[in-house]
């Protein structure tokens, strides 16, 4: 007998702005957008981890002159796990999952706690009036051979811009 989980919804990130800059008429304004990462069916019998990625795209824009910033994008931990342990809930079963920066999944995505790391920019040129885009990936991952009833599994992450 096969055991299906559906885990269509993964993630819905949600951009939390932190403008560190005066409100003036020259200054850099960035966002974060992302799509749904979402992992789809998960069967836990095959002994494989499922995989996914998703973008996540920061965009700035100058005023009338060029613009050289920094920023830093973290991920916490979700609404019912930390950036440790990441949990998928379908009430009141709950299913492990994580977030990673690299394809490999060897450096999890989280605030810079606990052995987790954020993406880092240490210098992004934005031209005058004009704007300049970086996407990453969102590598996700959930562990083989879980046993969990079969149901809707999501979470929320919660994504933090700090320039």
């Known amino acids: 007998m096969r055991h299906f989980v559906h885990a269509a919804r993964l993630i819905g990130l949600v951009a939390l702005l932190q403008c560190l800059f005066a409100s003036t008429s020259d200054a850099a304004i960035c966002n974060l957008s992302s799509t749904l990462v979402a992992f789809g069916t998960y069967v836990p019998l095959p002994g494989t981890a499922d995989d996914t990625a998703g973008p996540l795209t920061v965009r700035c824009s100058a005023g009338a002159a060029q613009q050289s910033i920094g920023y830093t994008v973290a991920l916490n931990g979700g609404i019912r796990g930390t950036v440790a342990m990441r949990r998928l809930t379908d009430s009141p079963s709950s299913l492990s999952y994580q977030l990673f920066i690299d394809a490999a999944h060897s450096q999890v995505w989280g605030d810079g706690t606990g052995g987790t790391v954020v993406v880092t920019q240490s210098a992004i040129v934005i031209p ?36």
Request: no cysteine.
């Open 128 to 163: 005058a009036n004009g704007t300049a885009t970086q996407t990453y990936r969102i590598y996700g991952r959930i562990p083989a051979r879980q046993a969990v009833s079969p149901g809707p599994y999501a979470d929320t992450v919660t994504a933090t811009l700090n320039y």
